[in-house]
Nanobody, 124 residues
Framework: QVQLVESGGGLVQAGGSLRLSCAAS????????MGWFRQAPGKEREFVAA????????FYADSVKGRFTISRDNAKNTVYLQMNSLKPEDTAVYYC?????????????????WGQGTQVTVSS
């Protein structure tokens, strides 16, 4: 059974930084692209970033480009999201997900396993 466990969320002031981690088990982690999504209260879940299985390709939402960095360590079965220059509008529950091997990296329908989420709150 595939399990994804996020950690690293918390409360931070605007302009601060956080690093999220997502530890994976139950699947050959290095064979799958991974993504981060987020969902704010009253809003739909939205794409944040994705990384190819090798880490050679990364993809970002325009709203986080230049501030967030996705990376992975296949030896540790972990994907990371470094978030810098955080803004109050980044406040959301952040989810990591494992890609199906087909479909766009930008849509949640292309991911088949999800973590439970970690709360990120940015105060102004």
């Amino acid at each position: 059974q595939v399990q994804l466990v996020e950690s690293g969320g918390g409360l931070v002031q605007a302009g601060g930084s956080l690093r999220l981690s997502c530890a994976a088990s139950g699947r050959t982690f290095s064979s799958y692209a991974m993504g981060w999504f987020r969902q704010a209260p009253g809003k739909e879940r939205e794409f944040v970033a994705a990384i190819s299985w090798s880490g050679s390709m990364t993809f970002y939402a325009d709203s986080v480009k230049g501030r967030f960095t996705i990376s992975r360590d296949n030896a540790k079965n972990t994907v990371y999201l470094q978030m810098n220059s955080l803004k109050p509008e980044d406040t959301a529950v952040y989810y990591c997900a494992s890609h199906r091997h087909s479909g766009s990296y930008y849509t949640d329908r292309s991911y088949d396993y999800w973590g439970q989420g970690t709360q990120v709150t940015v105060s102004s």
